[in-house]
């Protein structure tokens, strides 16, 4: 064995030791799966990515709930109206429902957790700053909430899966010293390590955002499915032979959606196992940030476009479907007149010919998530193929919470980032908006820094009709525009494989973030 292998034995050995030491022992109602990145915040105001929201969906209830097509389905609402202009929307919420702390759901507390994140503003809260003033979410009688916008926002029903409600008397009874006046600080530090919400799982532990524990909640007013688990465990790991060696010993009984295809491929051959593919409406894109050279000349970021193999991506490196630009193509929007991006070196020279970095010495960094086997496989095909341009590429793994504080200036956004996008709402503009609009968040999925008056035209322009034939024209164009300025290259339309114990039952694909991991739906059987 050379050292390079000796090496990386030990290092995946330590691991294996570190992992299965935080497992608690295992019993007949305990599923343990791994995730791949940290929790940065379990406070429902302030979810953005996939673990974050996995648990919120896992321990708070939205006003509105989903169904695994993406329709909306009664949740802490049963019931609710629109005004004709769409501007107005009053919510009927379902009495008795009990919080993990005590005390039972109100229209008080819908109001308490909508006025809480439009103060707090982060996470989901952008989707309401601009719309909604404070006081004009009320309680107009006992068991109502009204909203009242200040413009039509076609998609305001279906953000509100994300307005998780939270028992307000007693998070006012945990608050800090903060900003927010009578407030305080609106309980931020006590939801670091504690929730308040109504969901089918209690928070048991969170270890320094690796390791998340949730138990069940026996009083969860929607019920359980027979065999339902009493304790779910969440670890962060990212090492494919550690997943693969706790999969075998039977520590593990799900895996991640990140694994490596041989990861896949090595469960699915074991006898006890199962490999389930679902074709999502998550995309893995190279984010091109527009705002530094060389990607702030659009020549440039079509000749990367046109240089990458996005045959070998999709077939062996991280298999799933071909994109026609930056939305999936099942949603009901899709342009399906947008081309399927090909590798065509020539069109890569010609398009590079006409930028005005022609001729130049041209050196980028590609930052991806550390310890991602087909992450760095798709940086190492993109540093080859961008090599005949002349374009020398540096290969920059980096912890999530690294992108993530990346991602909010310009100057430390790297010239290409790999990131999955996943709609956090069952709406096409959670696409749109979210990644490309001049105003919106600067987070990691917005990391190409788009800034085109056009396209914030079209945004604005579908967000503010409530006519579908009218938006599907719009978002359509929206979809040509965004191909033709190439901001994003979309490499494939995520395949999802997870891989399950065959004993784990339940799961169901939800064309929303994370939904999918809500573990009320999970049995053992």
């Not at 321990?59 to 609710?80: E, R, S």
């Not at 809480?116 to 601009?130: E, H, M, V, Y």
């Amino acid at each position: 064995m050379n050292r390079t292998s000796l090496k990386t034995s030990l290092i995946s050995a330590m691991m294996l030791l570190a992992f299965s030491a935080a497992l608690p022992n295992a019993h007949a109602a305990s599923l343990t799966l791994n995730a791949v990145q940290n929790f940065g915040t379990i406070d429902p105001a302030k979810v953005t990515d996939y673990t974050q929201y996995m648990a919120a969906v896992n321990l708070y209830d939205g006003l509105v709930g989903i169904a695994p097509d993406g329709a909306l389905k009664p949740g802490i609402a049963t019931k609710w109206t629109a005004s004709a202009d769409g501007k107005t929307f009053t919510f009927t919420i379902k009495s008795g429902v009990p919080f993990h702390s005590g005390g039972t759901v109100s229209a008080a507390d819908v109001v308490y957790s909508m006025k809480r994140a439009l103060a707090i503003n982060q996470g989901p809260s952008f989707l309401w700053t601009d719309i909604l003033k404070p006081e004009n979410v009320t309680s107009p009688a006992a068991g109502q909430v009204k909203f009242v916008l200040n413009k039509t926002f076609s998609p305001f029903l279906n953000t509100l899966p994300l307005l998780f409600v939270l028992n307000s008397k007693a998070l006012a009874s945990h608050q800090a010293t903060g900003k927010f006046g009578s407030n305080g600080d609106y309980g931020q530090a006590w939801l670091n390590n504690h929730d308040e919400g109504s969901g089918p799982y209690t928070l048991g532990k969170l270890i320094d955002g690796s390791q998340l524990t949730i138990n069940r909640f026996p009083k969860y007013f929607q019920g359980f499915p027979k065999g339902a688990y009493d304790t779910v465990n969440v670890i962060i790991n990212t090492n494919d032979a550690t997943v693969q060696t706790l999969a075998k010993t039977g520590q593990l009984q799900m895996t991640s959606q990140f694994q490596a295809t041989e990861t896949y491929d090595a469960l699915a051959k074991q006898p006890d196992w199962k490999v389930v593919k679902t074709l999502t409406n998550s995309v893995f894109y190279l984010k091109l940030n527009t705002q530094r050279p060389p990607f702030d000349d659009v020549h440039m970021r079509r000749a990367v476009a046109a240089a990458i193999d996005y045959a070998t991506i999709q077939s062996s490196i991280y298999p799933g479907a071909a994109a026609k630009g930056v939305l999936a193509p099942g949603s009901a929007v899709s342009n399906p007149n947008i081309p399927v991006l090909k590798q065509d070196m020539a069109k890569a020279k010609a398009e590079m010919a006409q930028s005005k970095y022609a001729g130049k010495p041209i050196n980028i960094t590609l930052m991806y998530v550390a310890d991602t086997p087909f992450e760095q496989k798709v940086g190492l095909l993109v540093q080859s193929n961008l090599a005949p341009l002349g374009i020398t590429v540096t290969l920059q793994p980096a912890p999530w919470t690294r992108i993530t504080e990346a991602a909010t200036k310009v100057e430390t956004t790297p010239e290409i980032a790999e990131i999955f996008f996943q709609p956090t709402y069952p709406s096409a503009n959670s696409v749109f908006y979210t990644q490309y609009a001049s105003d919106a968040p600067h987070t990691w999925a917005s990391m190409s820094w788009l800034k085109d008056t056009q396209v914030d035209n079209m945004i604005k322009q579908a967000l503010a009709t409530t006519d579908p034939a009218k938006q599907k024209t719009i978002y359509q164009g929206l979809q040509q525009r965004l191909y033709d300025l190439m901001p994003d290259i979309p490499l494939v339309v995520q395949e999802q494989q997870l891989g399950f114990r065959k004993d784990v039952q339940g799961y169901q694909y939800y064309p929303v973030q994370s939904f999918d991991f809500n573990f009320r739906n999970y049995y053992q059987k």
